[in-house]
T-cell receptor
Framework: NAGVTQTPKFQVLKTGQSMTLQCAQDMNHEYMSWYRQDPGMGLRLIHYSVGAGITDQGEVPNGYNVSRSTTEDFPLRLLSAAPSQTSVYFC??????????????FGQGTRLTVV | DAKTTQPPSMDCAEGRAANLPCNHSTISGNEYVYWYRQIHSQGPQYIIHGLKNNETNEMASLIITEDRKSSTLILPHATLRDTAVYYCIVRVRDNYGQNFVFGPGTRLSVLP
């Protein structure tokens, strides 16, 4: 069981370039989300999805797009990279069961540097 | 939203119990307390969670006060591999759905 897989692990972009961070989970989880973590800080929510075809914004959505065409995949797109988007990005998934709370599984992160 | 307060850092001797406190005085009756940890910038790892009663699993114990305004995560026999940032999180159900709000956490250093 792979859990949550993120690719790439490392990426360097030039200002203005676009790219897609990939996230895939094999646990049939309905709920997936993207966080960013800046040095010395906790994680901040970018976007999330409660199921295929449904996405919504989190705390810091500007400059990022997401889509959820399948249950397994939740890619994060940087439209025009800026140095302020230099960060470590984490994808997470969990099962949405009404009336119960469940743990979230996190990927190992994508370390992005924008120069 | 219920917020949490944790000490920024703690030390613990290897083999001793590590007791990590967390205050969550504004917690609602149906909100759970979760603990995650992050080892050296890896993805956060689930440790334990609870609502009212004390909980124990293979990794740790969670002690929640009767008024639920604070809790303590206990690592019974800390090892060097337990050095990490520990996050106490109250589960928020709001516009962000099933999301976690991460604060700065407690940096635990297990010393040989």
């Amino acid at each position: 069981n792979a859990g949550v897989t993120q690719t790439p692990k490392f990426q360097v972009l030039k200002t203005g370039q676009s790219m897609t961070l990939q996230c895939a989970q094999d646990m049939n989880h309905e709920y997936m989300s993207w966080y960013r973590q800046d040095p010395g800080m906790g994680l901040r929510l970018i976007h999330y999805s409660v199921g295929a075809g449904i996405t919504d914004q989190g705390e810091v959505p500007n400059g990022y797009n997401v889509s959820r065409s399948t249950t397994e995949d939740f890619p994060l797109r940087l439209l025009s990279a800026a140095p302020s988007q230099t960060s470590v990005y984490f994808c997470a998934s969990s099962s949405e069961i009404i009336g119960r709370d469940t743990e979230a599984f996190f990927g190992q992160g994508t370390r992005l540097t924008v120069v | 939203d219920a917020k949490t307060t944790q000490p920024p850092s703690m030390d613990c001797a290897e083999g001793r119990a590590a007791n990590l406190p967390c205050n969550h005085s504004t917690i609602s009756g149906n909100e759970y307390v979760y603990w995650y940890r992050q080892i050296h910038s890896q993805g956060p790892q689930y440790i334990i969670h609870g609502l009212k009663n004390n909980e124990t699993n293979e990794m740790a114990s969670l002690i929640i006060t009767e008024d639920r305004k604070s809790s303590t995560l206990i690592l019974p026999h800390a090892t060097l591999r337990d050095t990490a940032v520990y996050y106490c999180i109250v589960r928020v159900r709001d516009n962000y759905g099933q999301n976690f709000v991460f604060g700065p956490g407690t940096r635990l250093s297990v010393l040989p």
